[in-house]
């Protein structure tokens, strides 16, 4: 009475024929590994690059505070101190910036004072993340991230 496999399967009806070969593949597998690793993929892609965006503007925060302090240094006065400061991260100013002037932050102190003493920029900038970085953290499971404000300080004497 027993018959060979080949025998036997025949007589199942197509339809459960193909349900027990999926379900003995591993055709889905490949789909499932994807949807568990891409969360991790794009949280260390955006990452990337904001971090890549928040290194720059630190950098053009730094050289603009050194730039203001080295126009104040040397005598200038508050405007031209502005207008150095801008123009270390503006090409012509106000058309083609690399960063937004509006979340900038400037405090000059002792602009003009006397010869040997300290004069000191201090610039804040409000950074702001170009990628859904934060939600998809948030998403995963942990906590948002909040923009950061990048601030730099330089000072130097007076001549």
């Given at each position: 009475m027993n018959q060979p496999a080949a025998i036997q399967l025949s007589a199942v009806p197509a339809r459960r024929r193909r349900y027990w070969g999926w379900?003995?593949?591993?055709?889905?597998?490949?789909?499932?590994?994807?949807?568990?690793?891409?969360?991790?993929?794009?949280?260390?892609?955006?990452?990337?690059?904001?971090?890549?965006?928040?290194?720059?503007?630190?950098?053009?925060?730094?050289?603009?505070?050194?730039?203001?302090?080295?126009?104040?240094a040397v005598q200038s006065d508050n405007s031209t101190i502005d207008s150095k400061i801008y123009a270390s991260f503006c090409n012509p100013y106000p058309s083609n910036c690399s960063l937004d002037p509006t979340k900038m932050t400037i405090t000059k102190t002792n602009v003009q004072g006397a010869r040997g003493s300290e004069a000191t920029v201090d610039i804040s900038y409000t950074f702001v993340f170009v990628t859904p970085v934060g939600s998809i953290l948030q998403l995963i499971g942990g906590s948002n991230l909040a923009a950061p404000a990048i601030s730099s300080h330089s000072a130097m004497r007076l001549e």
């Amino acid at each position: 009475m027993n018959q060979p496999a080949a025998i036997q399967l025949s007589a199942v009806p197509a339809r459960r024929r193909r349900y027990w070969g999926w379900r003995n593949s591993e055709l889905g597998q490949s789909l499932v590994e994807f949807s568990l690793i891409l969360p991790l993929m794009l949280v260390m892609l955006f990452a990337l690059v904001d971090f890549g965006r928040g290194f720059y503007t630190w950098l053009v925060v730094t050289n603009a505070a050194r730039e203001g302090a080295r126009a104040a240094a040397v005598q200038s006065d508050n405007s031209t101190i502005d207008s150095k400061i801008y123009a270390s991260f503006c090409n012509p100013y106000p058309s083609n910036c690399s960063l937004d002037p509006t979340k900038m932050t400037i405090t000059k102190t002792n602009v003009q004072g006397a010869r040997g003493s300290e004069a000191t920029v201090d610039i804040s900038y409000t950074f702001v993340f170009v990628t859904p970085v934060g939600s998809i953290l948030q998403l995963i499971g942990g906590s948002n991230l909040a923009a950061p404000a990048i601030s730099s300080h330089s000072a130097m004497r007076l001549e």
